[in-house]
């Protein structure tokens, strides 16, 4: 399906003409008329598959200007509300929406002069309760309620306040939830979000023609310095490291840069300062290496990553899908590639016998021992020292 072929406002299809959005993708084309004709969907579909054009392409055509907040987007990252907020600003160029993220880390004082303007709220569960609680968010004229990486929220503790959030709802609502995986205990939670929402599911793909996965063995002691090589060897345009923890990534991106390479960590428990600078440096390819969490990087679309390196495998098969997933985007080659020690290697099996990808045995290099320094971090200064009342 072209988007000409939808009833879109002229001022919407010019808007993503500008983006270079011509054809739909499975996703937009199975939810986007189902949105406009203001059916609740729930729609389940893989990392890189245009998920917010799906729900932003609709939610921003409906939308009317002046009429005060009539769209709420949780997502379970700050990092993630910044993202979207910035495509539906995009979507909306031409009639010229605003369009606010709300989430915390950051002073409340521009957010609450933001929200007496907008007319769409992208926010974190947290905030966005505050803000309710504080009186700044009025919830009579919403529209429409989007739970978007829903999966995610679930896994980071949300469950509660994604409920309390869809109390405060207009009963007569249009509810839309989207996810990269559909875990038992999300399907469950459908009807208590909508009655007669439309499913949509699409499967997984990797097109194993631009992405090529390997995977490497090595003994724990030995992993950073083979990762050390392989950076090094390969010369990746950007790339990212995934790890399991933020004390390893931390870790991880400290020895990097003693060695030379041009490297910082993102997650969760870092400033929100500190990750939209760290962020915007490797957009902007000031950085040449980002070492991450799943939570941090979960959905962020970073353009140019050729590599992605697996220093731990995640417990989830899933999450190792969203991580390849960084890269080979928009027709690019991208390689992915995972270094087992013998603790990885259940959490390899689980994404083998999950997925049917073509993992390549890679032969260990010959390489230069480096040593490995552990540091200690105290994370709860993140937050200027004091644990946050409400993750957000």
Do not use: W
């Not at 990486?149 to 896994?155: I, N, P, Q, T």
């Not at 992405?211 to 002691?221: D, G, I, T």
């Amino acid at each position: 399906m072209r988007f000409e072929e939808l009833d879109l406002e002229n001022c919407i299809y010019n808007s993503i003409q500008k983006m270079g959005f011509d054809k739909a993708t499975d996703i937009q084309e199975k939810a986007i008329p189902l949105i406009m004709n203001g059916e609740d969907v729930f729609g389940q579909s893989e990392t890189g598959s245009g998920k917010t054009a799906a729900f932003g392409i609709p939610i921003v055509n409906k939308v009317e200007k002046g009429k005060g907040i009539q769209v709420l987007i949780l997502e379970p990252t700050r990092e993630l509300a910044n993202q979207v907020a910035g495509e539906m600003k995009k979507f909306s160029l031409l009639k010229k929406l605003k369009i606010t993220a709300i989430y915390g880390g950051t002073s409340y004082k521009p957010q609450i002069k933001a929200l007496q303007m907008a007319e769409i709220v992208v926010g974190t569960p947290g905030r966005v309760i505050d803000m309710m609680d504080k009186g700044h968010i009025y919830t009579s004229d919403i529209s429409t309620f989007v739970l978007d990486e829903a999966d995610k929220m679930l896994d980071m503790g949300f469950f509660d306040d994604m409920v309390q959030v869809s109390k405060r709802m207009p009963k007569d609502r249009q509810t839309l939830l989207f996810s990269a995986t559909m875990p038992n205990n999300l399907k469950r939670l459908r009807t208590r979000f909508s009655k007669n929402a439309r499913n949509i599911f699409t499967s997984f793909k990797v097109d194993e023609s631009i992405l090529k996965q390997y995977y490497c063995e090595v003994s724990y002691p030995k992993k950073f310095s083979l990762l050390a090589h392989l950076i090094e060897n390969e010369a990746p345009d950007l790339s990212i490291v995934f790890c399991n923890a933020r004390r390893e990534a931390d870790d991880v991106a400290r020895n990097l840069r003693d060695n030379g390479i041009n490297t910082k960590s993102l997650h969760g428990g870092m400033s929100q300062n500190i990750r939209e600078k760290t962020m915007k440096q490797f957009h902007k390819k000031k950085v040449d290496v980002l070492v991450a969490t799943d939570v941090a990087a979960r959905g962020l679309d970073i353009k140019d990553v050729s590599h992605i390196f697996n220093y731990s495998i995640p417990s989830n098969a899933e999450d190792y899908a969203n991580r390849i997933g960084r890269t080979a985007r928009a027709g690019n080659d991208g390689v992915a590639i995972s270094l087992l020690s013998r603790d990885d290697h259940d959490a390899f099996r689980r994404v083998q016998s999950t997925y049917s990808y073509d993992i390549e045995a890679l032969r260990t290099p010959q390489f230069k021992l480096l040593a490995f320094k552990k540091h200690s971090y105290n994370y709860s200064k993140g937050n200027g020292g004091r644990r946050p009342r409400r993750a957000n």
